[in-house]
């Protein structure tokens, strides 16, 4: 058995390539614990970061035990923080998820949430920072996993509106290069009242870092740094809500 395995951002870089190969003789499965372990003795400069990813297959991340045969879609997902774009753009059938290469028309992805029987709207812009910690950004990369990320954005607006009945979403993200001040992320939230506009948008943007596979690469005069979760371990598959 054969497996093609997609890598992205930080982790991409560190092996070389953004397919690897990897042989498995006759065997018919193998299990995301056993393909991590295999992966890190086969590229052990990249063994720190291996043992922070998670393996996602067909679109989904793979709990440990899971199997994973010759047909699956098989990706590596480093630390996610939502590189080259994956797409120009793609969005989901609906109109409101969205992924573009191209400036954010934050008035248009608002009006995507506006509807006649809600009496709040609230929209959260993410825009790139010159100066972090004394350090200047030139400016931001942002690579995805496109097919994931549309799913993974979906999934979130599916989320709000079970848990504040009523509440609409809309999600857009930026690829490619981002300059100063430039919008990477939009997110438009409504509802028929204020309480659970503020707390759906917090959901959106928490929930986005943590499961949606997008990556963000910092550029300084002097350097770059692919930038993952900030706050701790990262474990997109915890039952965190």
């Known amino acids: 058995m054969n497996l093609r395995i997609q890598l992205f951002a930080g982790l991409a870089e560190a092996i070389g390539s953004t397919f690897i190969n990897v042989e498995l003789g006759e065997k018919v499965s193998v299990t995301a614990a056993e393909l991590k372990s295999l992966l890190t003795e086969l590229y052990p400069q990249a063994s720190s970061q291996i043992a922070q990813a998670f393996l996602a297959v067909n ?42 290469s191209l400036p954010l028309n934050v008035e248009e992805i608002t009006q995507r949430v506006i509807h006649p029987d809600h009496g709040a709207s609230l929209v959260f812009v993410g825009t790139t920072r010159e100066m972090t910690a004394g350090k200047r950004t030139v400016y931001l990369e942002y690579e995805a996993y496109a097919p994931m990320a549309l799913k993974k954005l979906q999934w979130i607006g599916a989320e709000i509106g079970l848990k504040w009945p009523g509440a609409l979403c809309a999600i857009s993200h930026r690829t490619g290069k981002v300059d100063i001040a430039e919008a990477s992320v939009v997110i438009a939230v409504s509802a028929p009242h204020r309480e659970s506009c503020y707390e759906a948008s917090r959901y959106a943007i928490e929930q986005l870092k943590r499961i949606v596979p997008i990556w963000k690469k910092e550029i300084w005069d002097d350097g770059s740094e692919w930038k993952g979760a900030q706050q701790g371990p990262w474990n997109p598959i915890s039952e965190k809500n």
């Open 59 to 100: 679109h989904e991340y793979a709990a440990d035990e899971a199997p994973i045969t010759l047909n699956d879609e098989i990706a590596l997902i480093p630390p996610v923080s939502g590189g080259e774009p994956s797409a120009d753009s793609i969005q989901s059938a609906d109109g409101l998820y969205h992924l573009t």
